[in-house]
């Protein structure tokens, strides 16, 4: 497309410069002929009226006429060689004119963003696909720097431009561009060299958006990344749930053995702390797969209540204030696994708490928005999430966090855990303002004896 740009682009210069070589030389046979043939004709007459009207005149009259003829036969020429050389003018100008709207027609039907720009950078030609990817009119951008080159990318915008003063075309190179409002995208650019007529350099871009085809490109590699997951499950199952079912085993040895024993409630909780590890190390291993839900109706503040328990030393070590307000979920059911429904909670606790610094505070609120649908909303007073971050929040291996602090798995396993209990999640933040996380999930409402349940 970049090459058939730069052959149009000649095609019309020549235009512009007038006829070829071949029509040049038939503009002016055509004009020697036909003043030939209008001296030849004015002589003839000439002497045709001398011969029948003044014959018989002076020296002096003759003369006289000899300098009218002279100045009529000049007189005719140059009308004759003006009206010619205007006609083919308007002609030629009128090709100039197809030929341009044809040029600018084809220009500005191109899908790629061409500008065309000197040695300095300095744009003199932009079509309206770059007006329409960049948000820059042409107007704007005529005579002016390349307003698109983000400041990292100069220096590789540099050494194309040294590649192909060199003889090599940049061709079909992935790189970055801006737009107006300065956000930076993924563009696909070749880069040719392109002679005016006059011997005038140019440098010919063209660009086009390929933000889908990468935003595709790494949903492919997160594809990959879960099938290698689940490539590695049976080995990570046998490596995780052996040793969590020895624990588990031995914590129950102990509570039978010391019913009475002071330190009975910290074995409880330590033993569901087990089971839930065990039971979301199997659902962690089970992600791609995602097999059905073992769904029964639940308690919403028990099961809240029960991640609080989970994350109390951790709370206590950061010195996190957590306030929990479930009024309106009192006696409030939902169809859920309670496996499940506890690792959605502890996903978001988990994110809440690795946002908040020392002393921070966590807020748990239930309320009842609409009828039939509880509403859970788990906020922190954190460092927040980035508007350009949150969009991407829930895909699979994205992470805020950074190196070694997050898998980027918690919130893509949170939204599947909320889809398949008929509900939805939500994430509101700001930069530095915190992030509150909504869940809404469908009540439970069991109907009069001899009925079936209302899911």
């Not at 045709?48 to 003759?62: G, K, P």
């Not at 009475?260 to 409630?265: I, M, V």
């Not at 839930?276 to 308690?299: G, I, N, T, Y």
Request: hydrophobic letters at 40%; charged letters at 25%; aromatic letters at 8%.
């Amino acid at each position: 497309m970049a090459r058939g740009l730069v052959r149009l682009r000649r095609q019309g210069a020549t235009a512009t410069g007038g006829p070829d070589t071949e029509d040049r030389r038939w503009f002016w046979a055509t004009l020697l002929l036909s003043s030939i043939t209008i001296v030849a004709l004015v002589f003839s007459t000439w002497e045709l009226l001398e011969s029948r009207l003044f014959r018989n005149v002076d020296y002096v009259t003759l003369h006289y006429l000899y300098l009218t003829r002279g100045v009529l036969s000049s007189l005719l020429l140059a009308l004759w060689a003006a009206w010619f050389v205007l006609r083919q003018r308007r002609r030629s100008e009128e090709t100039l004119r197809r030929s341009q709207e044809r040029y600018r027609g084809l220009l500005d039907a191109s899908p790629g963003a061409v500008a065309l720009y000197d040695s300095e950078w300095r744009v003199t030609e932009w079509n309206a696909a770059a007006e329409r990817l960049y948000g820059c009119a042409k107007a704007e951008v005529l005579g002016h720097v390349l307003p698109t080159v983000p400041p990292e990318k100069e220096v590789e915008l540099r050494r194309f431009l040294a590649q192909v003063e060199s003889g090599q075309p940049v061709l079909d190179v992935e790189t970055l561009r801006r737009d107006r409002q300065g956000a930076i995208f993924e563009v696909q650019l070749s880069l040719l060299p392109f002679r005016e007529v006059n011997g005038q350099s140019y440098f010919l871009e063209v660009t086009a958006d390929i933000r889908e085809r990468v935003r595709l490109r790494q949903r492919f590699l997160e594809i990959e990344k879960l099938t290698s997951m689940g490539q590695m499950a049976a080995g990570t199952a046998h490596h995780l749930n052996t040793p969590l079912a020895a624990l588990l085993l031995r914590v129950q040895m102990i509570r039978e053995r010391s019913p009475q024993d002071p330190w009975g409630t910290d074995l409880e909780r330590l033993e569901s702390g087990l089971r839930f590890c065990q039971h979301f190390v199997r659902r962690l291993l089970e992600f791609s797969h995602r097999p059905p839900a073992e769904k029964q109706p639940q308690d919403i503040t028990r099961a809240i209540e029960s991640v609080l328990s989970f994350f109390a030393p951790s709370l206590l070590k950061k010195q996190a204030r957590v306030s929990l307000d479930s009024g309106l979920a009192t006696g409030v059911q939902v169809l859920a696994d309670p496996s499940l429904l506890e690792a959605l909670f502890s996903i978001l606790l988990s994110n809440a708490l690795d946002a908040i610094g020392s002393g921070g505070a966590i807020g748990i609120r239930c309320q009842r928005q609409s009828p039939g649908w509880i509403e859970i909303e788990i906020a922190d007073d954190g460092c927040g999430i980035a508007a350009a971050d949150l969009a991407r929040v829930f895909e699979p291996f994205f992470t805020t966090k950074g190196p070694g602090s997050g898998t980027g798995l918690g919130l893509a396993i949170a939204r599947n855990i909320a889809r398949d209990h008929g509900g939805t999640i939500r994430l509101e933040s700001a930069k530095q303002q915190g992030t509150s996380a909504f869940i809404a999930l469908p009540l439970h409402q069991p109907v009069a004896q001899g009925g079936e349940e209302q899911r």
